[in-house]
């Protein structure tokens, strides 16, 4: 059983037709949006392929490059790396969403951005930070020297100070533009797309938040789907945030505010489209289902807020070595990790209107992802798994996944029992916010 760290907040509040101004109970919503660009140095490595062309022969021992060391450098930019921010504010409750075009969530990164809008008077009962997990966005952010080797090479204090400055840049925009506002959720599905890795089902479900001004303009959408960065493979050089940012740029040129992207349960799916005829391909489709599903989303009729934060008690961590050199290696070989990676992991669970939304520190899978979302559905009319925030700490499986040998069960660094454990946070979390919520399923 997990431990549990329960910090319920829960401000119920009715907007629409039919409420007056002498009810006492009514509180505004107010939200805010922006999107800031991250001026990113030149010589800055390209995060999620640790193989070759992507790493260097030689790592700069000399330092000929300030921002490189295991990996070369990109060659230059696609498409600009993005900061999106979104805040949520009703009462006492106030919530931060942050969206980035990284291939994995650095958790010192966030606690040092938490600690300072705390000293700028910004308090937040929760803060979701996605990563879209592009393969072609930057590295050299992450204080893990393990990861850094991996996959995103050793941190750059450069390129981290210019991350962090977008997303305080990003969070502080989005505090100054807070107006009243409603919140809609809704999905669809997109098939075709995608293709699972272990031969197993897909979720094609679109997920989409609808955030209105009352002034009737578009402040946000945040849109998510599971799908993987890897439309660009290991031998692009130019920086990009991969079929996401491409079709988030789509959406934003068609409602002229931010879309934040977040992915979902993303580790057994990869993209069917390759290359960057993949990408735009795969963007315009992508775009196409957030747009279509827009305009049918009328604002939920409970404007609820809410926030729970329970933590993990996670196994020792370790390579378990079969899984990684193949069958021939005895099973329970395992190289531990304790030093390199947290015993444990806080799951954070947001209510937002109809919809619930819940932050996982890693790669989940399908199967698992399926298993939160449906007990998400007897209390909230929609249920969204937000992949890849907050922290990395690698892929979270089904059992019968970490048992064969595989990249995905190669990167489970939590044990046969990890991914059933994140699962089963996940599903407390989303129960512990349900309890205190009104809101009535989706017909």
């Known amino acids: 059983m997990a431990r549990r760290l329960r910090a319920l907040l829960l401000v119920g509040l009715l907007l629409g037709p039919g409420v007056g101004t002498s009810s006492a109970v009514a509180q505004t919503l107010l939200a805010g949006a922006a999107s800031v660009s991250v001026d990113l140095p030149a010589d800055t490595p390209l995060a999620g392929y640790g193989a070759f062309p992507r790493r260097a022969w030689l790592p700069d021992l000399i330092g000929w490059r300030p921002d490189t060391f295991w990996f070369r450098p990109a060659t230059g930019v696609h498409d600009p790396i993005k900061v999106r921010a979104l805040v949520l504010e009703s009462g006492s409750v106030r919530v931060l969403w942050l969206t980035l075009d990284l291939v994995g969530m650095d958790s010192t990164l966030l606690a040092e951005l938490r600690a300072r809008l705390d000293l700028l008077g910004l308090h937040y009962a929760a803060v979701i930070a996605a990563a879209s997990h592009t393969h072609s966005g930057p590295g050299a952010y992450a204080r893990s020297e393990l990861f850094g080797f991996l996959a995103l090479d050793r941190e750059s204090p450069r390129v981290r100070g210019r991350i962090f400055s977008a997303m305080e840049e990003a969070a502080r925009q989005a505090e100054r ?57 290991r031998e692009n050089f130019k920086l990009s945030g991969d079929v996401m940012g491409d079709a988030a740029a789509r959406i934003e040129e068609q409602l002229g505010a931010p879309a934040l992207y977040v992915n979902g349960a993303v580790g057994d799916v990869s993209p069917r489209g390759r290359g960057w005829d993949g990408v735009a391909s795969t963007g315009k489709i992508l775009s196409a289902g957030v747009l279509a599903l827009w305009p049918r989303i009328a604002p939920d009729p409970d404007q609820r807020l809410s926030a729970t934060v329970e933590t993990a008690a996670l196994p020792g961590p370790a390579l378990e070595l079969r899984n990684c050199l193949g069958r021939w290696i005895p099973r329970g070989t395992r190289l531990g990790l304790h030093s390199a990676l947290p015993a444990s992991a806080d799951i954070v669970a947001v209510g937002i209107g109809r919809g619930a939304w819940v932050a996982i520190p890693g790669e989940l899978d399908t199967r698992l992802g399926l298993e939160v979302k449906q007990v998400g559905r007897p209390r909230f009319a929609h249920t969204f798994v937000a992949g890849v925030a907050n922290a990395y700490l690698g892929y979270f499986v089904a059992p019968e996944h970490f048992r064969v040998p595989s990249y995905i069960s190669c990167g489970s660094l939590y044990g046969e029992r990890g991914g059933e454990i994140i699962r089963d946070t996940a599903v407390g979390a989303l129960r512990e916010l349900g309890a205190g919520s009104s809101v009535r399923p989706g017909r």
Not at 183 to 203: A, H, K, W, Y
């Open 177 to 233: 533009r807070k107006r009243p506002a409603t919140v809609g959720t809704g999905r669809s599905e997109i098939v075709g797309i995608t293709e699972s890795r272990v031969r197993g089902p897909l979720d094609p479900e679109l997920g989409v938040l609808k955030v209105m001004g009352a002034d009737n303009r578009p402040v946000a959408v945040v849109w998510n789907y599971s799908i993987h960065g890897t439309a660009l493979s």
